[in-house]
């Protein structure tokens, strides 16, 4: 449970961070602070990640719950869609290149049987 409220943080962390970062990274000593930040977090002696969690995290997610598993229905029903038309399309563009270098080939060979005379393929031995 430790490791989990650690990881969520930490998402959330890394997920604002990304675009805080743009606007503040110029401050003295900001990366400095952001590795304090993180040990603290990590550190079992101040449960960083366990007070920040249970104090923030852990309610709004709670009052959220609803909504949050709303959008992860819509999400796997769409990723599922995608999925089917990706898969379809893919297999579209397998079979029209199947199917052109099938011509492609059968003309090249057609071209290469043309190219012998009736006299040269009466000259070859018969085996």
Known sequence: VPWMMYWI???????????????ISWLPFYYEVK?????????PYTRG???????????ALARREKDIDAFLVRARERGYETA????????????TAAVQAATKSQ???AGRLRSFSMQDLRSLPEQ
């Open 84 to 95: 089917l038309r990706f898969g379809k399309r893919g297999l579209n563009l397998a079979a």
């Open 35 to 43: 590795m304090a930040f993180v040990i603290w977090l990590l550190s």
């Open 49 to 59: 990640a366990s007070l920040l969690y249970r104090r923030f995290l852990h309610p």
């Open 107 to 109: 003309g090249a060979l």
């Open 9 to 23: 943080v930490f998402a959330v962390f890394m997920a604002t961070e990304t675009f805080s970062d743009l606007l």
